[in-house]
């Protein structure tokens, strides 16, 4: 279904090539700030509009506030955010029409409904339903802002197999990053992994990459054992968005291969309160936040979309057929996927972070 | 929350040292034989009486199947399985009180439930509470086999840093493992790990491990995007396993490595279908089941219990201190992790399966 | 929360004085025919233009589909409808700033969200929302015709203490009352209706009234035990509509006062099913539909709001006050609320259909 | 299904003639005082021990609490709670096999589930299920009277025909109709009650009742807009209790016989805040409550089981027979049903004061 979340409950509607993408977000606390120019801001981070071979084209999202904010400030009504779609070009979709694309959503979507799947640019597969996911992630971090203190932000530390050089890095680094031509931490790997997209977008490829989101810390008790413990959620959003292949926490399956007297992470005091000398786990114990930064990170695969021609089936004459895509496409979708995945982050940590009673229904300024 | 599953509903309750640990299964659909033999067998998988370090007891659980089910056949009214704790064994516990172990849950529950939360032996965050997640999935496997004819195994790939020596295994073969001493396919990798095994509680210490679970063919159209996508309720339901520190779905992280045009799986018409000629995306696009088997992967981070000086913190007198734990534990949780890591995954396919419209309310023989 | 229904689930948002009311509406089945003059014959249901003080404006709804609809066939995907809001005439509302109208959910919404609440024309509380409520439910009434042949109509059995006078009407009776000024089978009742309307009007008051739903046969089997009985998730759809005091299944209160040997619908055959001899239970037998039509009645209070003076307390200064409303208001809002009560008959309708399995995720034409 | 609630969530299970029914309560916050003495008290009410007619037994249930309570306090984990049947004669019911009873669930279940369906005692659909509800009332009678100090009691307005003669009573006039013989404020009315209930029997017959329950003053804020409203959830808890035909709020269907300026109940200072001159609308606004009571009546159909012949249907064989009950049955479900409704009241009020906000998950004393 196209809701997620317990009582912060984000619902995303819209196809690519329809009128328009869009999301009601429901269980908003009253008193939040929230703003036309924040949210634009937050999907502009979409645009990467310094690697063509990324995005193409580099202009504003058309979107709608529809509900929820009256004087600045949220009412805790549900609020509506419509994006609207400015491309129009499905014509070279259909060349595959019934011809699913390898890798792609393609294949699950007629076999589930046949004909009636809206293919064009993906439909509701489309890297473009995360636009709406977002818009809600830009909601959900100001909630976290402004109630409990809390930053989200994400970084790639791999693309097209360029790694980045350091692991020293601070969560400022990697809020920062975001100004550069790509989130990374260190230049010398943005310059190589632009080469690299370079390369495979020349040789009609694409590549994948790994991506990771981080928290400043967390206050404790976000998390509902046994099955809705913050990690569980965090998983099951995070792999929600195209694209993921894997989702690790903290050291995630290094932690596997190691003995318990190396990977327990120690609890220490420090001002007064215990913590985590380490944070091999990734900021939860049992699941649920304990006051540390939270970290994970996510396996995304290359672009299913290439230029070269793919063996698929032809669905209607039932016969094996080659299909060459001609349309546009990222060469790799890690860049807004791992926003997608910062977005999704923000929404679980309000949707505990509720349940846990740390956010109330208003906030008083 | 102690609840899983939107219309197959799965509801566990219990403490480690408490009087019982059981589950509510509801909306079992009516006419799937269940007896308490196989229950009994599915729980007995815990046990790897041949293995001492990983359980000292070789015993029979106790448990009462408390309603839905007549005549051997379910009802369709929810199912609720009662299996009595026998250990009392609760008094090397009292050292840890308000002195949270280092890697288990202690913390967080102290955090966000203070000097209530029943400690002992774990309480609820003990993998005490996988008893109950067992014998759920036993009942959903029964379903899923006698309605979609679909089977659900897993095995260790990986234990203590010992692995399986191939890749070219069958369904069966993972199946088969379940016979041997560890469930691994590979007889010199078990003599291997169980060395390891002996040696790291010769040490006091613990291991990790990796696991994966796989399936026969499921049928095309599990799984609800964009949330409940098949992939997504998969990694929360596994990730919400104590332990679990990653998931990846086929080969997972390496595809973040590969080039599109690499891992691409390639679509060919096999038996008049169309088919994934590899698998390497494990079974899903889309995040929804097309025909192909399930597989993934699973980290289990090592025990956190071992018998060595740890650094904590006492949370009533707010100093640093250090405990050695004396109890029993099991060297490594992976063995017993991944059974539960594959009764959820059965549990996950049902509630999939029955939204999908692919099983019935009533199984007619 | 904005959200009903579990498997096909309709979320609401907007306010009655901001940019637009609309919906999402999930779970829909693919290859459902729906068109927009369907969804506007519908909305226009509610415009009353025969009865001025019912509705003093005559125009069709400004709306538009987003999402979810291609060639005039459902998806399968959300489909989101956006129903423009063009009143804007909010300055008589800044005379009840703070002072709740007796009645009116202001005091409720103050003392939840304080003065962050938008209070403009009762804002989310305002009739307004139940538009979205009707798009759904044609969608939702779509469906059960198209599916399982079930229809679904309403009309008023008292307005203003007229009731009608017959209780032999049929199904087509009802469906048809819609063609008149008001939804009642009887012209003299609507045309002494009209006049209590009329003279509440003059002077300045507001009438309540009591209406029925009802419809054709609906298969056996929806209704989930114990919780989700069909029974009662009507009742809570319908409880959560504005103005409604009651609700009663059949016979309802009067059941209450009979024996049982007088209450209970002897069980017959018709055309080689068991079917009941009368209907007194109202369609439901252990909350189950069971081949009967369902039919209950609905009480809605006066229309709160009327040109009288009232008392009521200023929340800021802490004083009591009286107010006296000059707005536009519906003489009674029992005619588009016994809609309102329709439509989400059909959405809990067609919500336990599929989750009865009767509805399949693909209609095949 | 069998669950209810979001976030205080209550799980049933077991069949009149099964082993136990039982209950599972999630989401209790920890640090409540609970014991069975107090659980055991709340069972008993059920039991009418000087009313043979409806109930010719008189002895304590047997139940055990599996989880979730240590030292006398809650931990924060879900509690269980098995009650174990020990009625087991079922032979009597052999003779309905198949021959769904008039007014019972038993056609319902037929039609869903087939000859699957547990027909001894009414199987599922037992009012001997709702022990469970009253498990969990008492658990969330414990937690409102703890945390926000409401109290929620019950009586009987109406049984047989037979009305109480006063309407000025108090709350705690109707908690103590509890120590009476019938739960009814006034003694003369119970006289007659009781002499209308033996007749009943005397003749093979059984009579309905209308119920009442309420409340102390509710603190403002509770309900959710727009579907999830506080006078919503009540309905649909209530409306899923077996026997029930109707419920009303306040002055319920007679609000729709007013004009608003009767019916709107004025804003009136009171201690400083602003509070309903009158209750008419039973305590709650916009469906939410307003620090008022909340107060509603139920209407319960008489028994459908009576010792009378009844036309049915033999399902096998496809004709139209007759049945004559001849088991033990109450006279009248309304004053078991009204308990139930009254446990339905406290389990909701729980669940919308956790998402409100007011309570807290650990209660410290």
């Keep these: ?100 694309r390898p890798g792609h959503a393609d294949l699950a979507w007629y076999l589930k409904f046949g004909k009636l799947y809206d293919f064009r640019g993906g439909g509701r597969a489309s890297g473009r339903e995360t636009v709406a996911r977002i818009a809600a992630g ?41 100004e550069k031509p790509l989130p990374m931490i260190d230049d010398e790997a943005i310059e190589k992994a632009i080469k690299v997209l370079i390369n495979a977008a020349t ?61 327990n992470d120690q609890i220490v005091l420090r001002n007064g309160k215990p913590r985590l000398e380490t944070n091999r786990v990734g900021g939860m114990l049992g699941g649920m936040s304990i006051g540390e930064p939270i970290r994970f990170r996510v396996a995304f695969k290359p672009t299913p979309s290439i230029r070269r021609p793919q063996r698929t089936v032809d669905l209607e004459k039932i016969t094996e057929t080659t299909i060459t895509f001609t349309g546009r496409y990222d060469i790799s979708t890690a860049p807004k996927a791992i926003l997608a995945a910062e977005a999704m982050t923000a929404i679980i940590l309000v949707d505990h972070a509720i349940r846990a009673g740390l956010i109330p229904r208003i906030i008083r300024k």
Tied chains: 1, 2, 3, 4.
């Excluded at 193409?56 to 419509?82: M, N």
């Excluded at 400022?172 to 990053?177: F, H, L, R, Y």
């Design 1 to 100: 279904m196209s809701s997620i979340g317990v009582v912060f409950r984000v619902t995303t509607f819209g196809e690519s090539h329809g009128p328009a993408v869009g999301v009601v977000i429901d269980g908003v606390p009253a008193g939040i700030q929230l703003n036309e120019d924040y949210i634009r801001r937050e999907l502009n981070r979409r645009r990467f509009c310094h690697i063509p071979v990324l995005n193409p084209r580099c202009e504003d999202e058309d979107f709608q506030i529809l509900s929820g904010i009256k004087d600045g400030l949220t009412t805790g009504t549900p609020i509506a955010i419509v994006v609207w779609n400015k491309r129009a070009v499905s014509n070279y979709y259909m060349d595959i029409w019934m011809k699913p």
């Design 138 to 178: 830009a909601v959900a971090k100001a909630i976290l802002k402004q109630t409990i203190d809390v930053d989200v932000s994400s970084h790639l530390i791999e693309l097209g197999g360029v790694s980045i050089s350091r692991d020293d890095y601070t969560f400022n680094d990697v809020a920062k990053s975001w």
């Design 203 to 263: 040789e009609g490829d694409s590549v994948g990459g790994i991506g990771e989101v981080l928290t400043t810390e967390v206050p404790p008790g976000l998390g509902e054992p046994v099955f809705d413990k913050l990690k569980a959620d965090l998983a099951k959003a995070v792999m929600s968005i195209p694209s993921t292949t894997g989702i690790e926490f903290g050291l995630g399956f290094k932690l596997a291969r190691m003995r318990g007297s190396e990977a």
